[in-house]
């Protein structure tokens, strides 16, 4: 199994910043698809980012939801396990519990979850 944790939720004001981590715990080893999705208040839970990701480190290997992109960075952490997500040049319509994923590069479904952070973003 895999354990996720987000962390680096908070409120900012529009066009602000905010950078998102994400720690992996147990079975990490091997080749997994990491990703953060959101989901906003009466509103399904979309795709933002996705990362390749290689015995707890990233491969370099990004995607992005077209609404984030050239705003949002995803990225491996300097520490083991941890994934990053940058945030820039925030909006309102970021606003939204942002949840880490995984899943076994085998299977395309997302496995496991995180509890998610909440981002607020004032207009």
């Known amino acids: 199994q895999v354990h996720l944790v987000e962390s680096g939720g908070g409120l900012v004001q529009a066009g602000g910043s905010l950078r998102l981590s994400c720690e992996a715990s147990?079975?990490?080893?091997?080749?997994?698809?990491m990703a953060w999705f959101r989901q906003a208040p009466g509103k399904e839970r979309e795709f933002v980012a996705a990362i390749t990701w290689t015995d707890g480190r990233s491969d370099g290997s990004t995607s992005y939801a077209d609404s984030v992109k050239g705003r949002f960075t995803i990225a491996g952490d300097n520490a083991e396990s941890t994934m990053a997500l940058e945030m820039n040049n925030l909006k309102p319509d970021d606003t939204a519990v942002y949840y880490c994923?995984?899943?076994?590069?085998?299977?395309?479904?997302?496995?496991?979850w995180g509890q998610g952070t909440q981002v607020t973003v004032a207009s």
């Open positions: 147990g079975r990490t080893f091997g080749k997994f698809g």
């Open positions: 994923a995984a899943r076994e590069w085998i299977y395309e479904q997302y496995k496991f």
